[in-house]
């Protein structure tokens, strides 16, 4: 059975999915906030000539004066939403895990899981979005302990701990999750990533699956052999 297949049988299986991702999720759509790109230029060239910005992290970490500070978040609010068109990455990743329980816990900031579809309600945002970056507000503790109940629920049943674009030295979400997985023998592990970021912990190899490449390609690939 090849890496794909084995993949596409434990979501198949499944009982649920717990998503996890990170950039690499985002530059697969196209989004790069670590990029000074044709998007960032089109969108923030201002920004560049007036401050030296040369990407939207960087834009949304500076400290801007006051109304330059509220006139980028309304670029990035722009480009990031009302010019968002949903993509097929997202699209694919709903075909996969369709008619299953689900939560997502992400880094990034971009709202783009809400915008395609996926329930507010099932996904814990661990830093935030760019819109709404109060670390510990109210709703972030709700999406937090909705996280906590999920994973309880599912503490003794077929789960899959899908992950998405991760770096192989995140400690944020990668780590702990992995370490989460060596806890739980009946769940499984399937991360998709660029070759040089697969990264697995020894102790749940046994449970896990590396796919290797393009995420988009990849993903495509999941659904296709479906």
Known sequence: MTAIKAAQQLLRTADA???????GLSISEGYNIFANDTAFQRYFGKFAQQYGITSILQGAQALLPASAHCEFIHQLHKYMIDDYQGSETFRQLKQLVAGKDYFVITSNADQHFQQNGFDPQRIWEVEGDFFDVKMHSLEWETQQRACQDFIQQYADRQLVQLELGIGAANQLIKAPLMRMVATHPQW?????????EISILPVIQPQAIGLAGDLKQTLAQLVREN
């Open 188 to 196: 499984r592990y399937v991360t998709l990533n660029l070759p040089d």
């Open 17 to 23: 999915v717990l998503i996890s991702a990170s950039n």
